[in-house]
């Protein structure tokens, strides 16, 4: 069992850049991870603590990678009320649905009883050229917030 189940979203790979660079953090802060590129619900523990890292794609929705996990989540409606996570959304603010995805993400596991630590970031890859750079800032404030 890890101390942190990373899961990653990515069309293009910027999110799944980020979620290895903060990966490396954690473990840099002696937690143990385990990390999924689009898993499936089964493969997730309903207890511990999650990070979702997560691009936006097209008019606001999810990677391709992450979308079945979404759908299953809305149709097995699972108990996360065991389950504390961190978020962190790729977007560009060039987009009225800037972030959507992770906005998306962070409601639905809100709504089936999973508690955020910390704020959400939002990532603007028109701000940031290197999107881990944001990424670690907040990751090394998260991981305060974890201990």
């Known amino acids: 069992m890890s101390d942190i189940t990373l899961i990653s979203g990515s ?6 850049y980020v979620a290895e660079h903060v990966e490396e ?12 590129h689009g898993p499936e619900l089964y493969e997730l523990p309903t207890d ?13 929705e999810l ?27 790729l977007g560009s603010s060039e987009y009225d649905t800037f972030c959507g995805a992770i906005r998306v ?8 009883g999973a508690k955020r630590i910390g704020d959400r970031l939002e990532i603007d890859v028109t701000q940031h050229e290197i999107p881990e750079d944001p990424a670690e800032v907040w990751a090394l404030n998260w991981i305060n917030l974890l201990r």
Do not use: M, Y
């Open 48 to 60: 511990g603590i999650w990070l979702v890292v997560c691009s936006t794609h097209g008019a606001g």
């Open 11 to 16: 069309t293009l790979g910027s999110a799944e």
């Open 63 to 89: 990677p391709d990678n992450l979308q079945p996990l979404l759908e299953q989540i809305e149709e097995q409606q699972p108990d996360l009320s065991n389950v504390r996570f961190g978020a962190i959304g």
């Open 25 to 36: 953090k954690l473990k840099e802060a002696d937690f143990s991870t385990q990390l999924f």
């Open 105 to 112: 993400l962070d409601q639905k596991l809100t709504d089936l």
